[in-house]
């Protein structure tokens, strides 16, 4: 039996039309979240968001406070287990771009010459940042403090400044 093309490339149409449709189909029987649904989830992420920030600039103004007085007790007690203090060097030891980093503390700051910036989750929403700017006569340096979500709080896992 010899099938002509005049009949082959009608049926061949047909079977792709009708594939098409078929997967129109199932496309739409997949359940889309609600324009409501969408909404909480949102607002459930916003919220998240606002209270890292609200805990992690607290402890912010706590930690550059602490750095200022040497308070090497008050750090260790709110830092990642990765984070080392020298009393001897006046410095903090904690990862940072794969490798140990240690910048010495931080000077005592008049928090008046502070101004907060910016605060972000960082790869994913167990690390958060807090940016600043420090003013000092008519010049700023930054200084960004880096945190790691506990198991009951944020902790602090580093800062990096041009101070």
Not at 12 to 37: D, F, G, R, W
Not at 108 to 129: D, H, V
Request: net charge neutral; glycine share 6%; charged share 20%.
């Amino acid at each position: 039996m010899k099938i002509s093309q005049a009949f082959l490339l009608p049926v061949l149409i047909l079977l792709m039309i009708s594939a098409c449709q078929s997967y129109k189909s199932m496309e739409s029987n997949v359940p889309q979240p609600t324009h409501q649904e969408s909404k909480e989830v949102e607002l459930q992420r916003i919220r998240a968001e606002n209270d890292a920030l609200k805990a992690t600039l607290n402890l912010s103004f706590k930690i550059i406070h602490a750095m200022g007085k040497k308070d090497f007790d008050y750090l260790k007690s709110v830092s990642a287990p990765d984070v080392r203090f020298s009393k001897f060097e006046n410095r903090v030891y904690f990862p940072y771009g794969g490798k140990m980093v240690a910048p010495t503390l931080l000077k005592p700051i008049a928090l008046g010459n502070l101004e907060y910036r910016f605060s972000t989750y960082i790869n994913g929403e167990n690390e958060f940042i807090v940016g600043f700017a420090y003013y000092q006569g008519d010049s700023h340096s930054t200084i960004d403090l880096y945190f790691i979500k506990g198991e009951a709080s944020w902790l602090f896992n580093g800062f990096i400044t041009n101070a």
